[in-house]
């Protein structure tokens, strides 16, 4: 405030005098700043700083959240592992299941052939029983009437031969019989320790499957967490780029507001200003690369050398064009060559020039403020393509652009 005063102060004292000498009075930009501009700055710092934080909060949350997704994927493939597993498990119950099936269905056959066995084994035993009983009850007399009434002598040893050889064969029938029956029930009992194993087999399976299916559950209730874990971190995304906007807004606002001001203390200092040393805007925000340099070049195909008095910047046509600098707008017109074009003097003798415009939205007389809009890119003019040329005279001669740009 003391400094402004002073300045003032000085101001007045060459207004006096110069004033008198009829010399065009020149007030300091630096006087172009006022609290309310520096309450708005500090503002913007500080809005600045807030977005920074929020943004760092948000990378930190994206990493997190891409942690917990990788995890619920990793368990995902997991759980399809399983599954497959799961698969593997149940078609080798199904397998076993049919063997088993294939087992009791022979069981159930060995059974009727041991059925039929042991019928057949007690009527030949019954038969044997009853003939022994018939020659028991009868005692020899029956045997002796037999071989009584024989009508020869070799009749009679044939006659013998017959009721001995009788009961040879009722006995060797039953043997037959036995052997069929044991043989049968020892098949039987082979068939049944088969299916035992079989099932022992199946129980052990189906303990893997429940192994498996417990740990399936339990990996997607993990998920379940994680999904939960994941929309948390998606609502914080959410929040913070709701806030990252805010801030944006507020510094954009800021910005509005400190270049109106601005033009507003220009406009009041209209034919007052002087370049104070500062660093130029840089004129096209959007550009993509420098075109064409600023200095002397040989022409590609004449071979002579030219003077390229300005910096050529490719950028996408409609794109802004900003005042490098605080001054007024001395030329806002239309050349064959420049296309559209603006000339903004910034004071002692310093002029920038902006050529090949889309549009403009300036006229002669506008003061405007550094960072302001004054067009759009275009190729207008001699022109190959969208791009801002961009000049700056000082002291009524070219300069390199570079001097005030970095
Ligand atoms: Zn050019």
């Not at 990793?74 to 759980?79: K, M, P």
């Not at 498996?212 to 959410?238: F, P, R, V």
């Amino acid at each position: 405030m003391k400094r402004k005063r002073g300045a003032r102060f000085v101001g007045l004292l060459i207004v006096t005098s110069l004033l008198a000498a009829r010399v065009p009075l020149f007030v300091h930009a630096e006087s172009l700043t006022n609290d309310k501009i520096r309450e708005s700055e500090e503002s913007k710092k500080h809005a600045e700083e807030e977005r920074k934080s929020l943004k760092s909060s948000l990378t930190d949350v994206k990493s997190l959240l891409a942690g917990l997704e990788a995890t619920k994927n990793d368990l995902q493939n997991y759980i399809t592992e399983l599954d497959s597993d799961l698969d593997d498990i149940n078609n080798k119950i199904d397998r076993l299941n049919t063997l088993i099936s294939d087992k009791e269905f022979e069981i159930q056959t060995t059974e009727a052939e041991l059925e039929q066995a042991r019928s057949v084994e007690e009527a030949q035993y019954n038969a044997m029983k009853r003939r022994i009983k018939f020659v028991y009850e009868h005692g020899e007399a029956s045997k002796i009437e037999m071989l009584l009434s024989s009508k020869s002598f070799v009749d009679f040893l044939n006659k013998a031969e017959f009721i001995n050889k009788m009961s040879a064969y009722d006995k060797r029938m039953l043997d037959s019989y036995i052997d069929t029956k044991n043989l049968v029930a020892a098949k039987e009992q082979q068939l049944i320790e088969q299916k035992l194993g079989l099932e022992d087999a199946k129980s052990a399976v189906e303990n893997e499957q429940d192994a498996l299916q417990t740990l399936m559950e339990d990996k997607e209730k993990e998920i379940t967490a994680y999904e939960g874990d994941i929309s948390n971190k998606e609502a914080a995304i959410a929040e913070y780029e709701a806030m990252i906007a805010e801030q944006d807004q507020i510094i954009k606002d800021l910005e509005k507001a400190i270049l109106e001001e601005k033009k507003r203390l220009l406009a009041e200092n209209k034919k007052a200003i002087v370049y104070d040393g500062g660093q130029f805007k840089w004129p096209a925000p959007s550009y993509t690369r420098i075109s064409d340099d600023y200095g002397t070049r040989t022409h590609p195909i004449l071979g002579t050398q030219q003077f390229h008095n300005g910096v050529d910047m490719a950028a996408p046509s409609g794109s802004p064009i900003l005042a490098a600098y605080d001054g007024e707008v001395i030329a806002a017109s239309y050349s064959p060559t420049m296309g559209n074009y603006i000339m903004i003097d910034h004071g002692d003798s310093l002029i920038t020039i902006y050529m090949h415009a889309s549009s403009v939205s300036v006229s002669e007389g506008t003061m405007v403020a550094r960072g302001e809009q004054i067009g759009c890119v275009g190729s207008t003019g001699r022109s190959t393509g969208p791009h801002l040329h961009f000049s700056v005279r000082q002291n009524g001669s070219y300069v390199s652009p570079w001097n005030f740009l970095s």
